[in-house]
T-cell receptor, first 112, second 111 residues
Framework: DAKTTQPPSMDCAEGRAANLPCNHS???????VYWYRQIHSQGPQYIIH???NNETNEMASLIITEDRKSSTLILPHATLRDTAVYYC?????????????FGGGTRLMVKP | KAGVTQTPRYLIKTRGQQVTLSCSPI?????VSWYQQTPGQGLQFLFE???????NKGNFPGRFSGRQFSNSRSEMNVSTLELGDSALYLC??????????FGPGTRLTVT
């Protein structure tokens, strides 16, 4: 699975959009971009995933560049409860395994 | 739908002992994966079970083992505990292929 690069930390004001970047320049054509987050001392929580089209759900939006070498997770109106470590993971969706390779992630601090 | 449950939530063991952790996946999920999280190494994949068979294995010594039962519940076992095994052990379940759902974890302290 391709590796990802994320900034180690970011701040965001409460109520503003949080834009978390991820670089995955070696991504292959059949690899998906996944985002998970981990609130302190809890298990990681799935947020969203996509292949090449932009995706949106009730939690966030995922914007993937046309060349698929990078993506941005957008939390449209960040709240204090969104303070967490956000992990960008690239992997093939397949029937033969569910191994996730976590990097260091981005520690997002939402401030009042 | 109930989420992934893990028992016990906290555990203190002594070096040299063994420990068994349990994970109950979301109903209908057949894939169960285990992860270890430490401050130094971050989140690392241990192994995955699907339909009672180990499907993938991470780079951990043989002291770490697991199994899955016919009802998809899974257990992991660590034998001959070392201080470095102190960690948060996370279990995740999946319908397969896409998103995984994590439990709250078992925090193991080895003294």
């Amino acid at each position: 699975d391709a590796k990802t690069t994320q900034p180690p930390s970011m701040d965001c004001a409460e109520g503003r959009a949080a834009n978390l970047p991820c670089n995955h320049s070696t991504i292959s054509g059949n690899e998906y971009v996944y985002w998970y987050r981990q609130i302190h001392s809890q298990g990681p929580q799935y947020i969203i995933h996509g292949l090449k089209n932009n995706e949106t759900n009730e939690m966030a939006s995922l914007i993937i560049t046309e060349d698929r070498k990078s993506s941005t997770l957008i939390l449209p109106h960040a709240t204090l409860r969104d303070t967490a470590v956000y992990y960008c993971i690239v992997r093939v969706a397949r029937n033969a395994g569910n191994m996730l390779t976590f990097g260091g992630g981005t520690r997002l601090m939402v401030k009042p | 739908k109930a989420g992934v449950t893990q028992t016990p939530r906290y555990l203190i063991k002594t070096r040299g002992q063994q420990v068994t952790l349990s994970c109950s996946p979301i109903s209908g999920h057949r894939s169960v994966s285990w992860y270890q999280q430490t401050p130094g190494q971050g989140l690392q994949f241990l192994f995955e079970y699907f339909s009672e068979t180990q499907r993938n294995k991470g780079n951990f010594p043989g002291r770490f083992s697991g199994r899955q039962f016919s009802n998809s519940r899974s257990e992991m076992n660590v034998s001959t505990l070392e201080l470095g095994d102190s960690a948060l052990y996370l279990c995740a379940s999946s319908l397969d292929r896409y998103e995984q759902y994590f439990g709250p974890g078992t925090r193991l302290t080895v003294t």
